[in-house]
């Protein structure tokens, strides 16, 4: 089968949290695997928040080769997408913009990063195993995205939609495949279409999304 690798970036968009898998370092040629929350930066790439004390931190250190599986959903049944992604996660030094953005959507990290002890690394993807199902599975060489925003354009277009999004829904971030929201607390994505490949369409696009979400429901026994 051959797979795309948007669909090891949706995934990756909706999970949030998986399973790290490392080289062990207390137990030679053994792998340790640990469960961790991740952002993404805007080239779609894992970033994690991770204490000095913790033993994939150690791992990381002396062996940079590393696993990430995501699941689609809850559960562990068989028919489940999910994909492993392969490649080296290393110290990041953030700037500001990807601080900020990490800290949008995951912003519990801050008492964290209060406590001084905590780092972030970033996993430079290579390649990824993806099955979406039964039959529909394959390895594919990870591809950075299209097109990207760059942080201060994310950004600017984020200060746009915050003004137009409804009581209850918190803007995360917006990239040329789709609009993350929190609405009512709860996680949401939504793909987008620009028309076209600049930022004032790409706007236009994640404006739109949010106008939807204003529009009431239909009337009963309404087309």
Known sequence: MKVDYAEVRRLLRLGGAGA???????????????SLPYGLDEACRPVFLVSGLAEHTRNLLADPRASLLVLEGEGGRLDQARVTLLGRVLPLEPGEAI????LRYRPEAADYLALGDFRFFRMEPERARFIGGFGRMGWVDACPLPQQLDPAAEAGLLE?????????????????EGLDLRICGVFRRRCLAPAGHGTAQLLE?????????EAPPPEAGLA
């Open 20 to 34: 790290l898998g490392t080289h062990a370092v207390s137990a030679a040629g053994y792998p340790f695997v640990s």
């Open 160 to 176: 746009n939609l915050a003004r137009l999004a409804p009581p209850g829904v918190s803007v995360l971030g917006v990239d040329f």
């Open 99 to 102: 601080r900020t953005r990490y």
């Open 205 to 213: 696009a994640a404006s739109e999304a949010l106008r939807r979400l």
